[in-house]
């Protein structure tokens, strides 16, 4: 449902395109049964509760949420489940009607400092160790607007290459701005890199024309 009726995994359809977009829509105005239009105000996402205990809640294009917590409120819905979706909600700046801006890939560019020769001319041994040490880096130039999936998509690649490398740098100069969440995610890189072994490094924008 949030990947437009698609396996993200398999890339198999699940569900016709306009039957998504109908789905969502009720889900959005009367999923939570009678405290719909409060769910709207303070989680911000389709989402639709059973009297099981389960809440299943959907920011298109971003992610989804399952939480199952047997005890119900008054309405039928999950009590521990409204306000897991109402936290994650608040942490990750999720608000449908917040998150306006694009989360399409944040990456404008990625290279190793290796791929950028140095125009001094050296003996052979220092080009070769240059070139070694240069695969060892990886550069990441981010741009546009960073909100929590744009971010999540960025550190999920750095997680996967973090193996191969010693020295990660992101390039924030591009950037127009970051949210809280993007923010919060990018230190908790930066703290599990360095459990790692690996460096961290930040290009900050000149100037401060912005702030996380």
């Known amino acids: 449902m949030a990947n437009g009726g698609v396996n993200p995994v398999s890339g198999e359809r699940a569900l016709a395109r306009e039957h998504v977009d109908r789905v969502l829509s009720v889900m959005t105005t009367c999923g939570m049964y009678d405290s719909a239009g409060e769910w709207v105000v303070d989680v911000g996402m389709p989402a639709k509760s059973g009297v099981a205990?389960?809440?299943?809640?959907?920011?298109?294009?971003?992610?989804?949420?399952?939480?199952?917590?047997?005890?119900?409120?008054?309405?039928?819905?999950?009590?521990?489940?409204?306000?897991?979706?109402?936290?994650i909600s608040e942490d990750l700046?999720?608000?449908?009607?917040?998150?306006?801006?694009?989360?399409?890939?944040?990456?404008?560019r990625t290279y190793t400092v290796a791929d950028v020769p140095s125009r001094r001319r050296r003996p052979e041994g220092q080009c070769d160790m240059l070139e070694w040490v240069g695969r060892r880096c990886l550069v990441h130039v981010l741009h546009g607007d960073l909100?929590?999936?744009?971010?999540?998509?960025?550190?999920?690649?750095?997680?996967?290459?973090?193996?191969?490398?010693?020295?990660?740098?992101?390039?924030?100069?591009?950037?127009?701005?970051?949210?809280?969440?993007?923010?919060?995610?990018?230190?908790?890189?930066?703290?599990?890199?360095?459990?790692?072994?690996?460096?961290?490094?930040?290009?900050?924008?000149?100037?401060?024309?912005?702030?996380?």
């Open 147 to 212: 909100v929590f999936a744009a971010m999540e998509s960025v550190i999920r690649g750095i997680v996967e290459q973090a193996d191969e490398i010693e020295i990660a740098v992101i390039d924030l100069t591009e950037v127009t701005e970051m949210d809280l969440a993007a923010a919060r995610m990018l230190a908790a890189l930066g703290t599990w890199l360095e459990e790692e072994g690996t460096v961290l490094a930040i290009v900050a924008p000149s100037g401060g024309g912005w702030r996380p």
């Open 93 to 108: 700046e999720l608000h449908l009607l917040h998150v306006a801006r694009s989360s399409r890939s944040a990456v404008r």
């Open 53 to 87: 205990g389960g809440v299943l809640a959907v920011l298109p294009g971003q992610l989804g949420i399952a939480v199952f917590s047997p005890p119900l409120d008054p309405h039928g819905n999950s009590v521990r489940g409204i306000e897991v979706c109402r936290q």
